[in-house]
């Protein structure tokens, strides 16, 4: 059975304060990875996809590590807006059908 | 605007009483899905389609039915609801292609009584 594997937390961290989350996956065959963000009682919406090469989008970096097979989520400066659950995503070649982890919970507080 | 959108957004229903969630996407996406999400269980795949007449079992897929009859329309089928099934529901829809992302509805909570 496929799985992805998330710390549910919650990570209660300080304003400004910089965090990072993981995520397993068990099939390493897997072909291509997001991150998702979910506020609360709201849809996931789309974060950032991973590359290989890593990722960054202003104080949010992502990055895949194949040998160990995992991916992460680092936030810099943290934002109390930045408070949701975040959600990885894997996909499996040759697969549409995404597998989700848990999600971690943050709570960014003042 | 892409988009997915279900209705309803909110139901109270009794045991029993067939009901039936629509999911509508725009974007001419072949694959759609349907999750449910609980807490501490995360998003659960109830069924997928991969296309037109295609759909198939998720994880959870009991107590559901599904049709995809139009690329744009996979609706959600309870055929006697129980209470087991109150949860948040969401739609979802992705193009063909490694790489594209999900696009989720905004959800549909049920309530089961």
């Known amino acids: 059975r496929k799985e992805v594997e998330q710390d549910p937390g919650p990570f209660n961290v300080p304003e400004g304060a910089t965090v990072a989350f993981n995520c397993t996956y068990s099939n390493s065959a897997s072909q291509s990875f997001f991150w998702y963000r979910q506020d609360c009682r709201k849809e996931p919406k789309l974060l950032m996809s991973v590359y290989s090469s890593g990722n960054e989008d202003g104080r949010f970096t992502a990055q895949l590590n194949r040998a160990s097979q995992y991916i992460s989520l680092l936030i810099r400066d943290s934002k109390l807006s930045d408070s949701a659950t975040y959600l990885c995503a894997v996909n499996d070649q040759g697969s549409y059908i995404p597998t989700f982890g848990r999600g971690t919970s943050l709570i960014v507080h003042p | 605007e892409a988009q997915v959108t279900q209705n309803p957004r909110y139901l109270i229903t009794v045991t029993g009483k067939k009901l039936t969630v629509t999911c509508s996407q725009n974007?001419?996406?072949?694959?759609m899905s349907w999750y449910r999400q609980d807490p501490g269980l995360g998003l659960r795949q109830i069924y997928y389609?991969?296309?037109?007449?295609?759909?198939d079992k998720g994880d959870v897929p009991e107590g559901y039915k599904v049709s995809r009859k139009e690329k744009r329309n996979f609706p959600l089928i309870l055929e006697s609801p129980s209470p087991n099934q109150t949860s948040l529901y969401f739609c979802?829809?992705?193009?063909?292609?490694?790489?594209?992302?999900?696009?989720f509805g905004e959800g549909s909570w049920l309530t089961v009584v």
């Open positions: 389609s991969m296309n037109v007449e295609v759909t």
């Open positions: 979802a829809s992705r193009a063909q292609g490694l790489g594209n992302t999900i696009y």
């Open positions: 974007m001419n996406h072949e694959y």
